[in-house]
């Protein structure tokens, strides 16, 4: 009965508006030199988290304020940031706020690296949104971030391309929507994609570094978080939306996105859809079949807010199918996942008065199914289709946070539990697992200690109960274990603001991840994969004891950030070869092993204005991965030295630029990996602005302009004897109105 009486209160709490007297604040965001409104500019009072966004007219309205004096801090992409301070009473007049073209942003809030909504950071970190996702646009997530400091790609065609951070893959890398868990199979294999399509993406944070802190098992090796508006955070009166279309020549893809959104005073509707269709990837050598992918996402949400209570709920929908390059030599035979999703999602944050300033509610389900399909073409010009692998999953989790104020020497800090459960159920011809069901419960505190005005403290832990279980199913009749861990994360940095333009971070966290199913159980062909795969129920958890420090130079026109790392892991899990073949499937033999391992690396990233219109972007990134043995034996899959740089030319309705993008040799590896060769690539973009009827951008991007023939040392095509994609040109536009 208990659980019915929380989920009451909660409905109560959703549903309660605290009748006070209070104020609105209204006002206008124009541009500097034209006097023209910008739409979508964001408005936050930094005293309370409360914001809104400028419509059409460049308008905005935050209702029901008390008195008092607020700092409001405007945001717009390709604009420098404005921070004003008002004073507030029942007769305040319209409020106008200018807002000046620059390319530089400095002091992000990223949410992602810390409850308390601060822009104070102790690892590195970096968010993606408006423009910069834009221009970025590519068919997943995973193409999209390849490329940003600290990050590469896992390469298995265009649909299931899935974010590397310093050299740690899969399930080491969690992968959220809104801060929750997706429920999705990506991070199990390399043929699994993300159950969410690129353009769906209003902003994406990510950070690099164990994580576990704040999210437990699989933030290992850092964070990608997407967010998008299906709950809206702030908004203005009225309808607005968002029209996007996407094309590219390397696959001839084409793909298109709608957003409406409506508000009133306190509620908020709004809905989405999208549709991606794309051919087989064209190299230099020709086409690479079985890279196709189609795909159909929506959703619809709803949202409320008054002075004190803000939230929402939204249901949305992915229908996805895409090819797998394993049967290359064969034209008979296609391999072929199709997969979908029904998830919801709500939250609610109720602001109090006392030593908690205010608690948060997430939650999200999803209904997840995947199917891996053999397709075979009969001389007679028959089609025979054999599920050869099917999956199900269902996924339930959710987090409540407490935020409190000033206690003593700490200046505030965050309570929170999380709860996590999975029941997976698979099925097909070589049905790859028994069935599994899995349960996690943790509590855990982050707290900030300011030592001196210029140098900060940061402390925390995470406390987590894992227990998972294997259901018999038809393949593995016997399946009847069990296990149960306590595991403990823990973290400790500092930040140090030397100067008004220099801040120095550093963390020390303790690290963990829990075994997958697959690597536990495993036993069978994995289609996808193209490996029979055997897991090893021995194995152990995995612990990291990571050490990340970080300098950032954040001045008017240069930006740089250094970072280094070193992440020691014990029981490190990876699948290896053993060199055996499996008569029956006629598949190679690889088992999940663990030993002891050391990664160790560097990020240099600069940004800088050269004048008031050319901009200069460079990174550099690489990453060290050795078993802690006497010869330090390189681990498998580690990126090399990689790096790009970059230069634009930005007239203000429009811009042009070219970019460089670089990698070395990779002859450190594993006993049973092949090398590979470095390469350079070279491209253009540009795009074009136009303020009428709302906000317009269109841009373009030209990827490896001259055709370059080259291998990726992360692509899992045939190991890597197939080159990646070719010659690109794609074209995105999107209209903000």
């Known amino acids: 009965m208990s659980g019915y009486r929380f989920l009451l209160t909660i409905c109560l709490l959703f549903f309660l508006q605290t009748f006070v007297k209070s104020n609105t604040i209204e006002g206008r965001v124009i541009e500097s030199s034209t006097g023209e409104p910008l739409i979508g500019a964001n408005i936050i009072i930094m005293e309370n988290n409360r914001g809104a966004a400028s419509d059409r007219n460049g308008y905005f309205r935050i209702e029901r304020l008390p008195s008092g004096i607020y700092t409001l801090r405007v945001q717009y992409v390709g604009y420098s940031t404005v921070t004003q301070t008002i004073t507030l009473s029942e007769t305040d007049d319209l409020i106008k706020i200018v807002m000046e073209e620059r390319t530089l942003e400095i002091d992000e809030i990223i949410v992602t690296a810390s409850p308390l909504g601060s822009p104070v950071g102790y690892q590195p970190a970096q968010s993606l949104s408006g423009e910069s996702l834009q221009l970025r646009a590519a068919s997943s997530i995973g193409e999209m971030l390849d490329g940003m400091p600290g990050l590469a790609m896992r390469s298995f065609g265009s649909a299931p391309a899935r974010p590397v951070i310093r050299g740690l893959d899969g399930d080491r890398v969690l992968v959220l929507e809104n801060g929750e868990r997706m429920g999705d199979l990506a991070e199990t294999a390399a043929d699994h994609a993300i159950a969410m399509d690129p353009l769906a993406a209003d902003k994406i944070e990510i950070v690099r570094g164990p994580a576990s802190l704040l999210y437990g098992s699989s933030a290992l090796g850092g964070v990608v978080n997407i967010f998008n508006e299906d709950i809206p955070r702030y908004w203005s009166g009225g309808a607005s939306g968002t029209l996007a279309l996407q094309g590219a020549s390397m696959n001839n893809a084409a793909a298109g996105f709608g957003r409406i959104m409506y508000g009133t005073s306190h509620w908020v509707t709004t809905g989405r859809i999208s549709y991606r269709s794309a051919g087989d990837i064209k190299t230099p050598e020709g086409i690479l079949p079985g890279t196709f992918m189609r795909n159909l996402t929506g959703g619809a949400g709803i949202g409320y807010s008054n002075d004190r209570t803000h939230g929402g709920f939204t249901v949305n929908f992915l229908d996805k199918t895409y090819g797998l390059p394993e049967a290359i030599d064969d034209p008979n035979e296609d391999v072929e996942i199709r997969m979908d999703r029904i998830a919801l999602q709500g939250g609610l944050n109720r602001e109090l008065s006392g030593f908690f300033k205010d608690i948060e509610f997430r939650v ?34 959710s987090t409540i946070t407490a935020r409190h104020g000033k206690a003593g020497l700490l200046s505030e800090g965050a309570i929170g539990v999380n709860v996590l459960y ?32 210029n140098l900060r403290l940061q402390f925390g832990g995470r406390l987590e109960g894992h227990s998972i279980s294997s259901i018999a199913n038809e393949q593995f009749q016997d399946a009847d274990k069990s296990r149960t861990s306590t595991t403990f994360s823990g973290s400790a940095g500092l930040n140090y603001r030397l100067l008004k333009s220099l801040e120095i971070g550093f963390q020390f966290a303790r690290a963990h991840r829990i075994p997958t199913v697959e690597e536990l159980f495993s036993d069978a062909p994995h289609l996808g994969t193209g490996k029979y795969e055997i897991g090893d129920p021995a194995l152990k958890n995995e612990i990291g004891h990571g050490l990340d420090l970080f300098a950032k130079i954040s001045a008017r026109s240069l930006q740089i950030e250094a970072a280094g790392f070193i992440n020691s892991i014990d029981n490190f899990i990876f699948l290896r070869p053993t060199g055996e073949m499996h008569v029956p499937s006629g598949l190679p033999v690889y088992i999940y092993e663990s030993e002891n391992a050391l990664l160790t690396g560097t990020e240099i990233y600069v940004q800088t204005l050269l004048s008031d219109r050319v901009h200069f972007e460079t990174q550099l990134s690489y990453v060290r991965g050795s078993r802690r043995d006497a010869e330090s034996t390189p681990l498998p899959i580690i990126p090399p030295l990689r790096g790009n740089a970059a230069f634009t030319y930005d007239q203000g309705s429009w811009w042009i630029g070219s970019k460089i993008q670089w990698a070395t040799d990779q002859n450190r590896v594993d006993e049973k990996e092949s090398a590979t060769d470095g390469y350079v690539l070279f491209g253009f973009e540009g795009g074009y602005r136009l303020h009428a009827s709302g906000r317009h951008v269109v841009s373009f991007r030209i990827t490896n302009l ?24 794609s074209i995105t536009y999107r209209w903000y109105f």
């Open 364 to 397: 999200s389900g999803a209904q997840y199914s995947h199917q891996e399909i053999e397709i075979e073409r009969e001389d007679d010009g028959s089609v025979d289709e054999e599920i050869e692998l099917e999956f199900i999953q269902s996924t339930i989790s």
């Open 706 to 729: 001259f055709d370059t023939a080259y291998r990726d040392h992360l692509s899992r095509v045939e190991d890597r004897d197939n080159p990646m994609p070719g010659r690109d040109v």
């Open 422 to 453: 999975r029941s997976l159920d698979v099925g097909g011809k070589e049905t790859l697992t028994p069935d599994a069901r899995s349960t996690v419960f943790a509590m855990f505190v982050y707290e900030e200690i300011p030592v001196l005005n």
